[in-house]
């Protein structure tokens, strides 16, 4: 069932890093992004794919964690990822990407919680560190870092009230609270 | 399966009219989207739902349907979309929504695939045209019309070659031919 995919398909931050996801998974994962669909069918995005110790630490110093929880910098040595899917947008074929970025992140990450693997759609990169980091050309410009493991947070949905906080929160107990705003807030024409 | 999903879940321009989706299906597809990722949680996405013949055709006009296709200007009575949901950028939430709408889309498609429909994704919309029709305020930012309904087109994915034409296009015998790029041309490191 998609919607209990959905359901299950939070943004998790902490993972078992010792969880290795092969390169053949990844591949896979990509795929799906690849049948999604693309504005004007043009097919701008471009993927560099990440899923061993020494190009995932060239690109975890890049990101940047969950702003909301503040004296928390991101996951610690052991709980971070296993895997990175670097979502780039090829200027030489459309400027049009936004909206298939968002598409294919959603693709990739249903897929990876069908496995058993979640993770978390990161725009918020250092992306003139990262270029230099992985060597990428000017040509892509980086759109998008998913990151990828056997998650270890616990995330839970809430409602919130109309024109509520929505920032997230972790308790005193780790476990990671996403106020969502109701369905009847969203739709405002039926 | 979320790859069966994702393989059914194609670019329908042509429907069974006369089936109806009901209000309560297209509720249900927005609580997917609902439930989706979004940048900073900020959830600035809202939606009007369309499902009856008399909104419906205030929308129809203001869409551009398949611009490849020469000489078809979209789908004939009889055979349009059954209904719409309109994704709206709220600008007194975020402006940070491209991503958001991506991923909000796909969640709504795959839910339909989930339920025997299909649709088709259009950014090609007379906006202001839109907004006259269904009384928009200027708060809101028209970004996607989803267009759904029970499929009557046949699509079939094709992988071109590097560099080959990615325009879709329909045969003689109506069945519509979608292009995608080899898997080895999107990954450009791993």
Not at 73 to 95: F, K
Not at 170 to 177: F, L, M
Request: hydrophobic share 40%.
């Amino acid at each position: 069932m998609i919607r209990d995919s959905i359901l299950k398909n939070r943004s998790y931050r902490r993972f078992y890093e010792e969880i290795d996801i092969k390169l053949e998974t990844l591949r896979e994962l990509v795929d799906l992004a690849r049948h999604s669909a693309s504005a004007m069918n043009a097919q701008p995005l471009k993927y560099i794919l990440s899923w061993e110790a020494q190009r995932n630490s060239l690109i975890f110093p890049n990101l940047t964690w969950a702003t909301y929880l503040r004296g928390w910098s991101g996951p610690a040595e052991g709980e971070r990822p296993s895997a990175y899917i670097v979502i780039l947008g090829d200027t030489e074929v459309s400027r049009f990407w936004d909206y298939d970025a968002g598409i294919a992140a959603q693709s990739v990450l249903l897929g990876a919680t069908e496995r058993g693997l979640g993770g978390c759609m990161i725009a918020n990169i250092r992306k003139e560190g990262l270029r230099k980091a992985l060597e990428i050309p000017s040509r892509y410009e980086i759109l998008l870092v998913l990151a990828l493991g056997k998650p270890k947070d616990k995330v839970v949905i809430e409602t919130v009230g109309p024109g509520g906080d929505t920032k997230y929160w972790r308790d005193s107990e780790g476990v990671h609270h996403v106020p969502k705003r109701p369905l009847d807030e969203i739709i405002i024409v039926s």
